[in-house]
């Protein structure tokens, strides 16, 4: 389980990129460096990392689903998952 401030920090980045997206597609645009430069550093969408919507663990992150493969797999077995069963032959 990731820290409280960990999840918190990448909560903020989302809402920089977000805020900070059509001004830095224009300046991208335009070729101004120096003013993309002086754009915080959060507001660059490849600072983001994937992390679990549950436990924010980063590792092993489940793009389609959004999950750490931990919480995926708990999750598939208890039948939480829409569509998921576990294979056995």
């Known amino acids: 389980m990731a820290k409280e401030s960990v999840k918190a920090r990448e909560r903020k980045r989302e809402r920089m990129v977000a805020k900070y997206a ?3 597609a224009e300046l991208k645009a335009s070729g101004d460096l120096v003013g993309l430069d002086k754009l915080p550093k959060n507001s660059s ?9 549950i436990s924010g663990r980063s590792r092993g992150y489940i793009r389609q689903f959004g999950l750490s493969r931990q919480m995926f797999r708990q999750l598939a077995l208890f ?6 069963t576990k294979s056995s032959w």
Do not use: D, E, M
């Open 22 to 24: 059509a001004k830095r």
């Open 45 to 53: 969408k490849i600072r983001k990392h994937n992390r679990c919507a």
């Open 79 to 84: 039948g939480k998952i829409p569509g998921l």
